[in-house]
């Protein structure tokens, strides 16, 4: 009797075996995709660590490799905690908007540091690896065999077993199975209750021949813009804030939208140099 065969996956190596030394420098890419963000650049002479996990989904030409962190990425502000912890589930994104890639998602023990805050954004920085994707091609030929990817094998297919007789017919049943779905609310500076952590340069908001600020200081970002406003009125500081102006600080206190809504303003509970 004629037989046939199909092509199955089977992994030609296991997690302990070790990857081969890149001869040339290579971007990892986020996907195997040459147009996926590229994530970390190894240089030749490299030897990555596969990354068992994706390895049977990696496509041919590409291996999956374990990329150490640290990251800088972004998370909303809601899910901050009020202990400052990032959530555990939170999106981390590779910049501070809500279309922007997705780098992973968080996992409770993480270790995170809050590097900065950006509107409705704050800035971490993760201590974690990633899985990302390199092209085989970067492996010298002589060593391509012996990495851990799939590979096609010829398998006999299961011989044709004869249709199972179908089940007498059943009546219909007619059900209608709904329930409501709620969005979490978004977190803003207007309605925030939790103390946040800023960074940027101190400065002053008053301008020469230009309408009074309703604040005296400010923080700016490394370009000069505005970031906030600081309100100083519950601070108790041992020295002039004018000595902190033109220098990088780190502001901690309650945020909320400016009365025009066209700022924010932070109510500082901590000022200290960077």
């Known amino acids: 009797m004629k037989r046939t065969f199909s092509a199955l996956f089977f992994l030609l190596a296991g997690t302990s075996a070790h990857a081969a030394v890149l001869g040339q420098d290579v971007d990892v890419r986020l996907r195997p995709d040459s147009s996926a963000p590229v994530i970390a650049r190894f240089l030749a002479g490299t030897?990555?660590?596969?990354?068992?996990?994706?390895?049977?989904?990696?496509?041919?030409?590409?291996?999956?490799?374990e990329v150490p962190g640290p990251f800088d990425v972004f998370v909303a502000n809601g899910d901050v905690t009020k202990t400052l912890a990032i959530s555990d589930g939170a999106t981390l994104l590779l910049a501070p908007s809500a279309g922007a890639t997705v780098l992973a998602t968080m996992i409770a023990g993480d270790p995170v540091e809050i590097?900065?805050?950006?509107?409705?954004?704050?800035?971490?920085?993760v201590q974690r690896s990633v899985v990302g994707y390199l092209p085989v091609s970067a492996v010298p030929a002589s060593s391509q065999a012996s990495l851990p990817?799939?590979?096609?094998?010829?398998?006999?297919?299961?011989?044709?077993?004869s249709p199972a007789p179908l089940p007498p017919p059943q009546p219909s049943i007619a059900s209608t199975i709904g329930s409501p779905v709620f969005s979490a609310p978004v977190a803003s500076a207007a309605t925030d209750p939790l103390p946040r952590i800023f960074q940027g340069r101190f400065a002053s908001s008053q301008r020469p021949f230009t309408p009074r600020r309703p604040y005296e200081y400010q923080l700016n970002d490394d370009a000069g813009v505005r970031i906030?406003?600081?309100d100083l009125s519950g601070l108790m500081l041992t020295e002039?804030?004018?000595n902190y102006i033109g220098r990088v600080v780190v502001v901690s206190g309650l945020a909320e939208n400016s009365a025009d809504?066209?700022?924010v303003v932070i109510h500082a509970e901590t000022?200290?140099?960077r």
């Open 228 to 230: 906030a406003y600081v």
């Open 261 to 263: 809504a066209r700022s």
């Open 47 to 65: 030897e990555p660590t596969p990354a068992p996990s994706a390895i049977a989904t990696t496509p041919a030409g590409w291996m999956a490799v």
């Open 271 to 273: 000022l200290v140099l």
């Open 240 to 242: 002039q804030p004018d």
């Open 149 to 161: 990817i799939a590979q096609p094998a010829l398998q006999p297919a299961p011989a044709p077993m």
């Open 115 to 125: 590097t900065g805050l950006r509107g409705r954004w704050t800035e971490v920085r």
